[in-house]
């Protein structure tokens, strides 16, 4: 059965404004939904925890040295960033798209082995993604920052829109955190004394799982990929040919404006994989 939601009814984001005034445009059981669902759990987390028991991590305005981390983002997150880039002029879109794509260059040539494997796509195979992330572990940080913090404010241009790990870093812990010893950034130099000021978000990281990946009809799953945010911006442009502010599915706003389940069995059809 089809939600309904009158547009008078309170937005499934939970801002308190009615849903004509607020995502009107969102189909209440879309992917987009749960992705907003997601970023609203860890917003009142985050405030919940801090407002009880005053613990506030050492992140302050004005830094920006995370923006510098090697780190990958899945498609409903980046098309998230898309719908904000909508509202932007012609011009400063390609800028961005020109910056991500000279980055892309930057990867070829510093990190050759780090290229390869994002050119490879095998669906559902693990192990690409596993050395993905061993490699963002190994590297830290690019030299260069994300395309999509501001030069001149040193600030996210994307800000409302930015994805689930720039919410959660230095605010949040996962459980792995609380045993493993490691330096998260120069501010926060150990992490297990991180985890105990902290709110821990492992929970609301694994129900991204339910609507990240593509579900078969028989109930199994296949794994979308995340890719850095540079990358994501060479699919993009690779696939039309457009320095444009687009959607992944050419344009096709599926994730936004159809149930999950619709826009499960429209992606699965155009890969055929069904």
Not at 41 to 67: A, L, V, W
Not at 98 to 124: F, G, H, M, S, V
Request: charged share 25%.
């Amino acid at each position: 059965m089809v939600k309904t939601i009158s547009r008078n009814d309170p937005c499934f984001c939970g801002s308190g404004k009615k849903y004509k005034k607020c995502h009107s445009d969102i189909h209440p059981e879309s992917r987009a939904v749960r992705l907003i669902q997601t970023y609203r759990k860890y917003e009142r987390k985050i405030e919940d925890y801090q407002k009880s028991t005053g613990n506030i991590p050492p992140c302050q305005k004005g830094c920006y040295n995370c923006c510098y981390d090697d780190f990958s983002i899945t498609e409903i997150e980046f098309e998230f960033i898309m719908r904000e880039l909508k509202t932007w002029s012609k011009d400063r879109v390609e800028k961005i798209y020109d910056t991500a794509l000279d980055q892309c260059e930057t990867i070829k040539n510093e990190r050759p082995d780090t290229w390869r494997n994002l050119e490879i796509y095998t669906p559902n195979d693990g192990t690409i993604i596993v050395e993905q992330m061993k490699k963002h572990m190994t590297v830290g940080r690019n030299s260069f920052p994300c395309p999509l913090l501001d030069p001149e404010t040193k600030s996210c241009s994307v800000y409302d829109s930015r994805p689930l790990i720039c919410r959660s870093f230095g605010s949040t812990h996962h459980r792995i955190n609380q045993s493993t010893r490691v330096e998260i950034c120069e501010y926060i130099p150990d992490s297990v004394e991180h985890a105990t000021m902290t709110p821990n978000v492992n929970d609301e990281t694994a129900e991204t799982i339910e609507y990240v990946h593509l579900r078969l009809p028989d109930g199994s799953t296949i794994q979308q990929r995340p890719y850095p945010i540079y990358y994501w911006f060479k699919i993009f442009f690779d696939r039309t040919g457009k320095k444009e502010a687009q959607y992944n599915h050419y344009d096709s706003s599926v994730n936004f404006n159809q149930s999950l389940e619709q826009a499960n069995l429209y992606t699965l059809k155009g890969f055929n994989l069904i």
